[in-house]
């Protein structure tokens, strides 16, 4: 495992043998709480690495060497207003701050490559928002999930109330915002909301193991397929099946086809190089 550029609240390994990279928030004596920092940095590492083309999956954590309580992030720093030339009693200000929050969900949301969220502790308010960004989830079992944001006078504004509404139902939705109550993590599989539900002292083999599947796997592929569900589900059927005709002829330029199908009627194992 060999470290990247260093970043502040954030850090970044990659995992050659996988082909895939690890971003941690790194903010453990606040349960990794948010700060517009802590966003951008993530949106950053990410940004470094797109193109590299090692870099085939990237997993989004909370750091491993946890201080207090494991957590994939307890949400957004209640002790930190703003940011140092923000003034919060003004509405403009108080708009750009939402404005940038938005932009870096947005960013992350719209990293090409697969993205897992690895869940080992608290998800909460925009902990939770940015597991929404993820193309998966992995959770161990202690982990616990929810938008408390009302218990403090807020709501889930971070995307929340849009791209939860997207994967749940309503009157599910409404009751995690209307109450704040934490869900368990086998609560969430059971809502449709974890990908894979996973036994605390098996967590980092497992992710271990999905990340490189993935950072093996045919990228371009994979690419598609992220970019296909990502905006099919936000235009009408005839505009994404378009979409999806497109996706398909693109990528079947991709070298990894011919591997695939090759090594299908070879009767072997594909070796993708994710070009
Ligand atoms: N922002 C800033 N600091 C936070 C934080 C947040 N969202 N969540 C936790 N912390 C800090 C606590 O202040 C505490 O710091 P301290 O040890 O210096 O006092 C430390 O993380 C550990 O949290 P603590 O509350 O002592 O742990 P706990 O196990 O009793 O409870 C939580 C854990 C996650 C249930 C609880 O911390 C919590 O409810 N946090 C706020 C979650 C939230 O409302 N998120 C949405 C924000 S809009």
Known sequence: MSEEKKFEHVKIEKVDEGNYAVVSINRPDKLNALQNQTLREIAEALETIEIDEKVRCVILRGVKEYTKK??????????????PKLNMENIRHRSHAMYLRHKYYDLIEEFPKPLIAAVDGYALGGGLELVLVCDLVIASKKSE???PEIRRGIFPGNGGTQRMIRNLG?????????FGEH???EEMYSMGLVSFLVDDDKFEEFVHEKASWLG?????????????????????????????????????????????????LQKREPKFQGK
């Open 70 to 83: 494991p957590a994939f992030s307890a949400g957004a720093d209640l002790s930190a207003r703003g940011g």
């Open 145 to 147: 999930f929810g938008f």
């Open 170 to 178: 309503k009157m599910r939705v409404n009751r995690m915002m209307y």
């Open 183 to 185: 869900f368990t993590a």
């Open 216 to 264: 093996n796997a045919a990228t371009n592929a994979l690419f598609v397929i992220k970019k296909c569900i990502q905006y099919g589900t936000q235009v009408p059927l005839n505009v994404g099946l378009q979409f999806e005709h497109w996706a398909y002829a693109l990528n079947t330029t991709s070298k990894d086809v011919i591997e695939g199908v090759g090594a299908f």
